[in-house]
């Protein structure tokens, strides 16, 4: 009879585990990340693996992760040990991500970096708040290093600083920045007046950039944030080498391979192995609410500082920028930049600032970086 017994407990583990209210609200999550991902076209690359990653490690008495009462891992835990857990997988994406990047626009316009310094703002007021509300230093500063609006960095600095927080700060951040069409036309708008958001930037002749300057800038890049935060090596090191393959004219077919196979093929695993750590016990806290409200308000500042330096920098220009430019600053490239284009072309069809829009966006992906990497170095300091 207890053989029985034992045959029918584990036939029906999964069965008498769905009588958890948790596990159901778990499905729920991630069926909304799939839709979101799916219906709604936000980041579908990310937000799909992720629900479906946190379904999978949600089924009660599953073998996904680690089998109930111990044993050997599930595949979404071998793929967490070495991609996750050694800060692998963002590192990979960071070298596709720089393949992908075209820096000609920061290299003719250097000042565009200020635009992407003042639209990191969120990252400071954030971690500040954080702090009020009773997070630790070194949990703080890795809740505003969302406002870098890049996922791949939140691993790279959570992994580092704030391992219990993991999940919800890679979901935030990821599902923040799919949300940048719909967090940022508002905040925009409230900043702006009409008349501002028609100033007109127009097309520039683009001046040639030399293949030695677009070869040398990255090396130049790493340099100064290697040796101003040397911490920060891995991650800036990894997209500027992306970069170097794509300029250097003579690795076309790796170049080829990290924007294409290398990145599909990391940010399938590394959706799928995030979402796997959306568990009850990770998710359903107060500290999550927190860290979701935290996260929104490093977007908006993020979104405010940005528009309000392009702002102040108009009471000294003669020829005024449209300070709309300002919230392309953050990280999510070429999202924002495309976004704030729109915006002017809704205000006046005739008015194109996608030129400058991307400029300063591809500065904001630099930035981002940047900011990791003086965050990562703060930490150990000041925590």
Do not use: H
């Given at each position: 009879m207890a053989n029985w017994e034992s045959v029918l407990e584990e036939l029906f583990t999964g069965v008498m585990g769905m009588q958890d209210p948790t596990v159901w609200i778990m499905f729920l999550i991630g069926?909304?990340?799939?839709?979101?991902?799916?219906?709604?076209?936000?980041?579908?690359?990310?937000?799909?693996?992720?629900?479906?990653?946190?379904?999978?490690?949600?089924?009660p008495g599953h073998f996904a992760v680690i089998p109930t009462g111990g044993g050997e891992p599930g595949f979404l835990t071998v793929l967490y040990n070495a991609g996750i857990a050694n800060e692998l997988f963002p590192v990979l994406i960071f070298i596709a991500v720089g393949a992908m990047c075209d820096f000609t626009p920061l290299i003719r316009a250097p000042y565009v970096m200020l635009f992407a310094a003042a639209a990191h703002f969120g990252i400071f007021a954030a971690a500040l708040l954080a702090a009020m509300v009773g997070f630790p230093f070194n949990e703080a500063a890795s809740i505003g290093i969302i406002g870098a609006a890049d996922g791949p960095t939140t691993i790279f600095v959570a992994q580092k600083f704030a391992t219990n927080l993991l999940a919800p700060l890679t979901v935030t951040a990821f599902c923040y920045m799919s949300l940048v069409p719909i967090i940022q036309p508002p905040i925009v708008k409230l900043m702006t007046t009409k008349h501002e958001r028609r100033i007109r930037m127009g097309f520039k002749e683009e001046k040639p950039v030399s293949w030695t300057a677009k070869f040398l800038f990255p090396f130049?890049?790493?340099?100064?944030?290697?040796?101003?935060a040397p911490i920060s090596v891995p991650l800036i090191g990894a997209l500027m080498f992306g970069n170097m393959l794509k300029v250097s004219g003579v690795c076309d077919s790796l170049?080829?391979?990290?924007?294409?196979?290398?990145s599909n093929l990391v940010t399938l695993?590394?959706?799928?192995?995030?979402?796997a750590t959306m568990t009850a016990e990770n998710i359903l806290t107060f500290d999550v609410l927190k860290i979701l409200a935290l996260g929104a308000v490093a977007f908006v500042f993020d979104t405010v500082g940005g528009v309000l330096f392009a702002k102040i920098a108009n009471l000294f220009l003669k020829k005024k920028i449209n300070p709309m430019i300002g919230a392309c600053g953050i990280s999510a490239f070429p999202m924002?930049?495309?976004?704030?284009?729109?915006m002017a072309l809704?205000?006046?069809?005739?008015?194109?600032i996608i030129q400058h829009a991307m400029g300063v966006n591809v500065a904001g992906q630099v930035a981002s970086v940047v900011a990791g990497g003086l965050v990562l170095a703060l930490i150990p300091v000041l925590g």
């Open positions: 069926g909304l990340l799939i839709w979101l991902g799916v219906k709604k076209d936000y980041e579908p690359m990310l937000l799909f693996p992720m629900g479906v990653g946190c379904i999978l490690a949600n089924i130049m890049v790493v340099l100064f944030a290697g040796i101003l170049s080829n391979a990290a924007q294409n196979e290398l695993f590394l959706g799928i192995t995030v979402g924002s930049g495309r976004v704030i284009a729109k809704k205000e006046d069809p005739t008015n194109y």
